[in-house]
């Protein structure tokens, strides 16, 4: 069964903004949240913050109970048209399995958020087949140049292709051609699924994989992890996003660097491999319609809504 498309989210609409994730760990939270809030609401939406969104449970925004009735919550409320994640860190993981998701499925509306979101969106995909957004969140940031794309997305009509904002080309790490779900996100989170209740199903399916701040053996071992649990073997393709700040801890004749770590994973695949999307942990990034069909030819440089 195809991934569900959420309606639009057009201005004058009601997005909720939740704490799913981290606590925000500045001195005054509730100016970050206000000014998230403003964010939005200078979109053209009318936003209704979930009282987690300043809570602080030691690094959490909340209970694992609490933001997992938040986000239940908000979904189940129909005058909400939209979800958006205030940021991430960590949490999601915790709380995914307390998640009414058959009553979340009932009720399927715009989802959008990144980085500890993966959890989320791969449950939102595999639990209720509904399409999700990768995209910015307010009190991460959400810059000038990457809001068309976000707008776009949100608003229903997604860029057809992806093309990175600054003009740069992606690259092909592995030759071929790919048809499938847009699945994945942030690299550790899809290592840390494995096993777990909520394990990404990426069979068939196009993997979109980014991350930051990891050291370059690290990266090695997530892909390790990913390719030994099937993801990476049984995916129709992958397309690599931003490796942000994913350097190496000893000189180089001493390690690989990231790049040649996943110029190393393409080379044992046999699937056709994309690099240098910009979209993750980046300034200026690309809103993803995960869990929607999408068209990649690594031979050509190019990813676009099939």
């Given amino acids: 069964m195809s991934c569900r498309i959420p309606k639009p989210l057009l201005p004058g609409d009601t997005v909720a903004l939740v704490g799913v994730s981290g606590c925000v760990?500045?001195?005054?939270?509730e100016r970050v949240v206000a000014e998230a809030a403003e964010?939005?609401?200078?979109?053209?939406?009318?936003?209704?913050?979930d009282e987690t969104c300043a809570k602080?449970?030691?690094?959490?925004?909340?209970?694992?109970?609490?933001?997992?009735?938040?986000?239940?919550?908000?979904?189940?409320?129909?005058?909400?048209?939209?979800?958006?994640?205030?940021?991430?860190?960590?949490?999601?993981?915790?709380?995914?399995?307390?998640?009414?998701?058959?009553a979340v499925a009932a009720h399927p509306k715009a989802f959008i958020g990144y980085s500890d979101i993966t959890v989320l969106h791969m449950a939102l995909h595999d639990r209720c087949r509904l399409a999700t957004f990768h995209g910015p969140m307010p009190a991460s940031g959400i810059s000038e140049a990457c809001r068309e794309s976000l707008l776009n997305a949100i608003r229903g009509t997604p860029d057809r292709e992806l093309r990175n904002l600054d003009g740069s080309?992606?690259?092909?790490?592995?030759?071929?051609?790919?048809?499938?779900?847009?699945?994945?996100?942030n690299l550790s989170l899809l290592a840390a699924s494995c096993g777990t209740s909520h394990q990404l199903n990426a069979k068939g399916k196009i993997l979109f994989i980014e991350e930051v701040g990891e050291y370059s053996y690290r990266v090695d071992s997530f892909l390790w992890q990913l390719q030994q649990a099937g993801m990476l073997t049984e995916c129709a393709g992958v397309v690599l996003g931003g490796f942000t700040?994913?350097?190496?801890?000893?000189?180089?004749?001493?390690?690989?660097t990231t790049d040649e770590i996943l110029r190393q994973t393409a080379e044992r695949l046999s699937v056709p491999v994309l690099a240098g999307l910009q979209c993750g942990h980046m300034h200026d990034k690309l809103t993803l319609c995960l869990g929607r069909k999408y068209r990649m030819d690594a031979d050509a440089g190019s990813i676009g809504l099939a």
């Fill in 25 to 29: 760990h500045k001195e005054d939270p």
């Fill in 39 to 49: 964010t939005l609401q200078a979109f053209g939406y009318r936003v209704r913050v």
């Fill in 56 to 102: 602080r449970y030691g690094f959490l925004s909340g209970t694992d109970a609490e933001r997992a009735d938040a986000l239940t919550r908000v979904f189940l409320d129909d005058s909400v048209d939209g979800v958006w994640c205030l940021k991430g860190g960590y949490g999601c993981s915790r709380m995914v399995d307390l998640v009414d998701w058959e």
């Fill in 169 to 185: 080309p992606l690259r092909a790490l592995r030759g071929g051609a790919a048809e499938g779900e847009l699945v994945g996100g």
């Fill in 245 to 256: 700040d994913c350097s190496e801890e000893y000189p180089h004749d001493q390690c690989f």
